[in-house]
Structures are given as structure tokens and as C-alpha cells.
């Protein structure tokens, strides 16, 4: 007859169960350590933001300061290089005037000198001159130069409707009028006189 071994047991074990009425005073301090530290997070992070937007507050200031000085310095540079350009240019345009002015006189003195060769044009020329923009009823006499006199023909002398008398201390070429009061110096000289200060832009 067999005898079978008896089963070997192992002793059981339960777990510890949590004792609820137990005071909680330690979750509560973890719970509150966790709040200030996210707070002390919250109010570093908001100082390094403002920090960063005062720097780029100050760059951006920084940058519009430095763009208005450059341009102010460029705009003083472009005032000094137009001021260094007027006074090398209106000097020399003066100059030129003056020359053309001189040039023009010139040119008119050659014309008169020629205009002299031929006495019958220099009389009618000065005669001309004598009565340009004159009130005929207002002439007591127009003198000129014998020669000038002379070479007249008497259909200009009738056009004239003038008295014209002849004074030998005028040039060839001159003539003047004579008023009641006062007389018009229509002489060659005073012409070309008339003529450089009308080029100079000044009065005859």
C-alpha cells in the first residue's frame, strides 16, 4: 500500500491598507511647495520678459537715433557741396555775362563804325534816333553834324517835318533834339551807352 506525501502550505500575507483617518499634512505642504515654486517660476519668467522688452525698447530708440544723425549729416553734407557749387559757378557765370555784355558792345561799336563809312546812312541813322518815340509838335530843332547835314536828301528832310540845324561841335553820327524845356542826347556814345547798361541789366 502507498502512502502519498502530505502537500506543503506556505504561510499567507495581506498588504497594509492605507489608514484614511490618518492626518494628511504632508500632501498638503507637497501641494503647496509645488504652488509657490510654479509662482516663482511665473514671476522670473515675467522679469526676464520685461528685461528683454526694455532691451529692445532701448535698441530700437538707439537705432532711430542713429538713422536721424546719419541723415541730418548727409543732408549738411549735401547743403555744404551745394553751397561749394554755387560759389564756384556764380562767379564764373558773371563772368561770362560780362564777357557776352563787352562782346555785344563791341559788336555794335563795329556795326556804327561801318554804319559811319557811308554818310548819308550815319544822317539818316542819326536822325532816326533823334526822333524815335518823340512827339514831333514838341521838337524845336534837331542839330547835327554838318556833314551829316548835308548828305541828307530833301525827301528825308520833308519826312522829318522838324527844323534841323547843324552844330559842328557833335561827331559824324550824333544828333540831338531840342525841347522848350530840355533836349534828348541821341548821340552814338549814349547810344552804346544805353546799350551796356540795358545788357547789365541796369536803366539808360
Given at each position: 500500500m502507498?502512502v502519498?506525501?502530505?502537500?506543503?502550505?506556505?504561510?499567507?500575507?495581506?498588504?497594509?491598507?492605507?489608514?484614511?483617518?490618518?492626518?494628511r499634512?504632508?500632501?498638503?505642504?507637497?501641494?503647496?511647495?509645488?504652488?509657490?515654486?510654479?509662482?516663482?517660476g511665473l514671476?522670473?519668467?515675467?522679469?526676464?520678459?520685461e528685461?528683454?522688452?526694455?532691451?529692445l525698447v532701448?535698441?530700437?530708440?538707439?537705432?532711430?537715433?542713429a538713422?536721424?544723425?546719419?541723415?541730418?549729416r548727409?543732408?549738411?553734407?549735401l547743403?555744404?557741396?551745394?553751397?561749394?557749387?554755387?560759389?564756384s559757378?556764380i562767379?564764373?557765370?558773371?563772368?561770362?555775362?560780362?564777357?557776352?555784355?563787352?562782346?555785344a558792345?563791341e559788336?555794335?561799336?563795329?556795326l556804327?563804325?561801318q554804319?559811319?563809312?557811308?554818310s548819308?546812312?550815319?544822317?539818316r541813322?542819326?536822325?532816326?534816333?533823334?526822333?524815335?518815340?518823340?512827339?514831333?509838335k514838341?521838337?524845336?530843332?534837331?542839330r547835327?553834324?554838318?556833314?551829316d547835314?548835308?548828305?541828307?536828301?530833301?525827301?528825308?528832310?520833308?519826312?522829318a517835318?522838324?527844323?534841323?540845324k547843324?552844330d559842328p561841335?557833335?561827331?559824324?553820327?550824333?544828333?540831338?533834339?531840342?525841347?522848350?524845356?530840355?533836349?534828348?542826347?541821341?548821340?552814338?556814345?549814349s547810344?552804346?551807352?544805353r546799350?551796356?547798361?540795358?545788357?547789365?541789366?541796369?536803366?539808360?
Amino acid at each position: 500500500m502507498l502512502v502519498e506525501p502530505a502537500p506543503a502550505y506556505s504561510r499567507m500575507t495581506y498588504p497594509a491598507l492605507e489608514d484614511l483617518s490618518a492626518p494628511r499634512g504632508n500632501a498638503q505642504e507637497q501641494a503647496r511647495g509645488h504652488a509657490a515654486g510654479y509662482a516663482a517660476g511665473l514671476r522670473a519668467a515675467a522679469a526676464e520678459t520685461e528685461l528683454l522688452r526694455a532691451q529692445l525698447v532701448a535698441g530700437h530708440e538707439a537705432a532711430l537715433a542713429a538713422g536721424r544723425d546719419e541723415i541730418r549729416r548727409a543732408v549738411d553734407a549735401l547743403n555744404r557741396a551745394v553751397r561749394s557749387l554755387e560759389q564756384s559757378v556764380i562767379p564764373a557765370a558773371a563772368t561770362i555775362q560780362e564777357d557776352l555784355e563787352a562782346a555785344a558792345v563791341e559788336l555794335a561799336e563795329a556795326l556804327l563804325g561801318q554804319e559811319l563809312k557811308d554818310s548819308e546812312t550815319s544822317a539818316r541813322a542819326a536822325l532816326a534816333r533823334a526822333l524815335a518815340n518823340v512827339p514831333r509838335k514838341e521838337v524845336r530843332a534837331v542839330r547835327l553834324h554838318p556833314s551829316d547835314l548835308a548828305a541828307l536828301d530833301l525827301e528825308t528832310i520833308s519826312a522829318a517835318d522838324v527844323r534841323l540845324k547843324a552844330d559842328p561841335s557833335l561827331n559824324p553820327g550824333d544828333a540831338v533834339t531840342d525841347f522848350t524845356h530840355g533836349y534828348l542826347d541821341a548821340t552814338l556814345a549814349s547810344a552804346v551807352a544805353r546799350a551796356r547798361s540795358a545788357l547789365s541789366g541796369g536803366t539808360s
